[in-house]
């Protein structure tokens, strides 16, 4: 009886060390198979706790310079740093400007003095006040050419503080909606404007700077006293990588959550997984132009037909997969002043005849358009020009020559490196042109017809007027009434015709359960109300 008494009390003994210890006899033998299971990897322990219990997001960002976002030329950075600082101005899905450091503005009758009233709220994340003298300085340092938001105010004459919470700006001439432009970046007065890897960001966004965890991992933490309310989300993560490819990665195991189509090619790169595609139409315009100077393009007829010779449906679907939206009037799809009606952009054979008949082409014995002038036989023969730079590009060019060349139209594609490309195009030395321009939020087009000078020697004072008109005036029913006049008279006149608006893509992982509304100026607008939970 003995040796059973021994027993219970072993029996008896384990169990209470058992229950002491926490383990059972099914970790004891894992353990004795398999090693200790514990981690001795303290950031192991950090990444599965903040996955089960943080309220965070995690961005990532590739060729890291400086936070200051004047002066990064990293896209990634910029991107992360819109969650960071804020602009006078965004632009909303319609491409309206929306204040945002800004209260409200006003137009004088001539539309070239603007005076913004800015808001009196707002706290910077080192706790001091913005103020008027933040955007004046952000204006100077934009306007010395150090930072890479220089061209949008190059129409700017003037501007100043002029009291604690007013701004006043002052244009060469008027332009539509010249806030729309004001969405670069505001920083505090005196902030160090030299690339610096060591600048703390002190923007007035809904995230301010905490602290370096690690190296390649920066902490970001809800601004409690965000203008817009605190965000939903307490914790952003930000982490280096190396290259692209380990960037692409990182998106994929769900590292980071957002990525955006300014630095993966969405064409060539498909991301495995759950994430969520929130695409946009950006300000991106594919074009093909005319040199005026050209004698058998001098009538608009002419051009007109040749435009309408083009399938730009199928070029959308072939040659960029779909990546774009067709469109006969150069106006973003998205604009509140979009007014194309067309659903489809497919040749027209029969309107080009006619409107080719309409300054005396006709079809010889050979099936070619020709006509005679002042006894001169001219035949409808092109030289299509194009950045060799871009397989892109040079796919676009053939797609149209062939659209001409099916209706009997010659065409031939020429393609040079991008310099030679560009001076030829200064040089007014091409028939027709493949070219690609990025429109201002304010849809000002006066790049592309200013009678001051263009690509295409065209010249047309009224349109000048009218663009002068839109500049003068706020009321979205006359400002309609102007644009579709605007754009009638380009369609008319055709010194170009778009082909599509590129779309823009921000990927988000299925983690953040709001949708996003990315627009031309912000990819990440409105994070304050984001969440993951």
């Known amino acids: 009886m003995n040796w059973i008494k021994r027993i219970i009390i072993y029996i008896t003994v384990t169990c209470v060390l058992v229950s002491l210890t926490g383990c059972t006899f099914t970790d004891t033998i894992k353990e004795k198979i398999y090693g200790d299971t514990k981690t001795d990897n303290p950031a192991a322990?950090?990444?599965n706790t903040e996955d089960e219990v943080s309220n965070s997001i995690s961005v990532g960002i590739l060729d890291f310079d400086t936070f200051n976002p004047l002066l990064t030329k990293s896209e990634t950075v910029k991107e992360c740093m819109q969650l960071v600082y804020e602009p006078l101005f965004d632009v909303d899905e319609n491409l309206m400007p929306v204040p945002m450091l800004a209260e409200s503005y006003t137009v004088s009758p001539d539309g070239r003095t603007i005076d913004i009233t800015l808001k009196n709220n707002i706290m910077w994340h080192d706790g001091t006040n913005f103020n008027a003298y933040d955007a004046a300085y952000t204006i100077r340092q934009i306007r010395s050419g150090i930072t890479t938001y220089?061209?949008?105010?190059?129409?700017?004459?003037?501007?100043?503080?002029?009291?604690?919470?007013?701004?006043?700006?002052?244009l060469n001439y008027s332009v539509p909606n010249f806030v729309s432009l004001l969405t670069f970046p505001i920083v505090k007065y005196r902030s160090d404007m030299n690339l610096n890897s060591g600048y703390i960001p002190n923007g007035t966004g809904a995230f301010r700077?905490?602290?370096?965890?690690?190296?390649?991992?920066?902490?970001?933490?809800?601004?409690?006293?965000?203008?817009?309310?605190?965000a939903q989300i307490d914790n952003l993560y930000v982490y280096t990588a190396p290259d692209l490819q380990r960037y692409e990665t990182m998106f994929e195991a769900s590292e980071i959550d957002l990525m955006t189509g300014e630095t993966v090619d969405l064409s060539e790169y498909t991301p495995r997984g759950s994430a969520h595609n929130n695409e946009y139409i950006t300000n991106k315009m594919t074009f093909i132009g005319f040199n005026l100077l050209h004698e058998a393009l001098w009538g608009a007829n002419t051009r007109r037909a040749l435009a309408e010779l083009i399938d730009k449906d199928a070029i959308v679907n072939s040659t960029i997969y779909s990546r774009g939206v067709a469109c006969d009037i150069p106006i973003n799809p998205s604009s509140l002043f979009y007014f194309d009606t067309n659903t489809r952009f497919k040749p027209d054979d029969l309107l080009a005849v006619q409107l080719l008949g309409n300054d005396g082409w006709g079809v010889d014995e050979s099936g070619k358009y020709v006509r005679n002038v002042n006894g001169v036989k001219q035949v409808l023969s092109f030289e299509i020009l194009t950045d060799?730079?871009?397989?892109?590009?040079?796919?676009i060019a053939n797609a149209v020559a062939e659209?001409?060349?099916?209706?009997?139209?010659?065409?031939?594609?020429?393609?040079?490196?991008?310099?030679?490309?560009?001076a030829?195009?200064?040089?007014?030395?091409?028939?027709?042109?493949?070219?690609?321009?990025?429109?201002?939020?304010n849809l000002d087009l006066t790049p592309l017809i200013s009678s001051g000078g263009n690509y295409f020697s065209y010249q047309n004072t009224d349109l000048d007027t009218l663009a002068g008109q839109i500049g003068m005036t706020r009321d979205e029913e006359q400002l309609k009434e102007l644009f579709r006049r605007y754009g009638n008279m380009i369609i008319e006149d055709m010194p170009f015709t778009p082909l599509f608006f590129r779309k823009g893509d921000v990927l988000s992982s299925a983690k953040i359960k709001n949708a996003l509304a990315p627009s031309v100026s912000r990819q990440f607008r409105s994070v304050e109300t984001w969440s993951v939970k």
């Open 388 to 395: 060799g730079d871009s397989a892109e590009k040079i796919s």
């Open 403 to 422: 659209n001409l060349m099916s209706f009997g139209v010659d065409a031939t594609v020429t393609a040079f490196p991008y310099d030679q490309y560009m």
């Open 45 to 47: 322990v950090e990444n």
């Open 424 to 441: 030829r195009i200064n040089a007014k030395n091409f028939d027709i042109m493949v070219g690609e321009i990025e429109i201002g939020a």
């Open 209 to 230: 700077f905490e602290t370096q965890q690690s190296t390649g991992k920066m902490s970001f933490a809800a601004f409690d006293n965000y203008h817009n309310g605190r």
């Open 150 to 170: 220089t061209s949008l105010l190059s129409n700017m004459a003037d501007y100043k503080a002029t009291g604690d919470y007013t701004l006043q700006i002052v």
